[in-house]
């Protein structure tokens, strides 16, 4: 063998040499590409998952569900307020005979003292109405609602009913109504009263003033009352308490008074 077939030979060994080298490089490229990838995917998979918001085997609720359920109202405020656009609510006391619109003048709290509350002609027994110092909204810690008696059993007559304790044991709330609530009051005391003008005569934007009255009417300093013990609801600053205020037969310097707590206040159809 010759000097150059010597040298042919070393140059197909060296040429198979580099090929495997090439080949090694190649297979090492591939497999760090693959690794790189796996790797790669594997982290976007982690984080997108990790990023959905967690799948709960809870039923989803119904659009329904935790919905507040109205309450039926039964007064036709919108044709009321087109006889008169003076009637703003509806009471009714249970066990009574009183069950009627309830009116504000908004330019003469004596108006409703002698006028009727549909029509607002002369009416000797006038209507069931509140003045101008109170909100029609029932939010004030003390609204008092005035009404007529002695004219049969009309208007507030029957609220004297109240004054006997077995009446007053089974009979606990009035409603009123107003357009879109209707408000539930239990009976807290019925009592007779002095004459004084209860809303000029106690200064309610002073919380001690609003917190001594109630303390009053909890325990009424009367000869005639009535007085339920036990609430369903504490009587405190946050309180609504409804006053419903009437004249006693043949006693011009008397009042009889039933008051209320407000203990439900519920959105209406």
Same mark, same amino acid.
């Given at each position: ?10 140059? +197909? ?120 110092? +109170?909100?029609?909204?029932? +939010? ?130």
């Amino acid at each position: 063998m010759n000097e150059n077939d010597n040298e042919l030979q070393q140059n +197909n060994a060296e040429n198979k040499d580099n090929k495997k080298k090439l080949k090694l490089i190649l297979l090492f490229i591939i497999v760090f590409v693959v690794v790189f990838c796996g790797v790669y995917y594997g982290i976007q998979l982690y984080y997108n998952n990790s990023s959905k918001p967690e799948i709960t085997t809870t039923t989803a609720p119904s659009t329904t569900q935790g919905a507040q359920e109205l309450a039926e109202n039964p007064i036709d405020f919108k044709s009321l307020q087109k006889e008169n656009s003076d009637i703003y609510a509806w009471i009714k006391v249970d066990g009574t005979k009183i069950d009627y619109p309830i009116v504000q003048s908004l330019e003469d709290d004596s108006f409703y003292l002698k006028h009727d509350a549909y029509t607002k002609e002369w009416l000797d027994k006038g209507a069931v109405y509140t003045e101008m110092i +109170n909100h029609k909204s029932f +939010n004030d810690a003390i609204t008092v609602i005035y009404g007529h008696n002695g004219y049969g059993d009309t208007m507030f007559t029957t609220l004297h009913y109240f004054e006997k304790k077995d009446f007053f044991d089974k009979h606990s709330e009035f409603v009123i109504y107003t357009k879109g609530r209707k408000l539930t009051y239990q009976i807290i005391s019925a009592f007779k009263y002095d004459d004084r003008h209860i809303m000029n005569s106690f200064d309610f934007a002073d919380m001690s003033v609003v917190e001594e009255f109630q303390s009053f009417i909890q325990n009424p300093d009367s000869a005639v009352k009535n007085v339920r013990k036990a609430l369903d609801t504490t009587v405190d600053r946050n309180s609504n308490i409804v006053i419903l205020s009437t004249c006693i037969t043949n006693q011009k310097s008397n009042r009889y008074l039933v008051c209320g707590v407000l203990v439900k206040d519920e959105k209406t159809n």
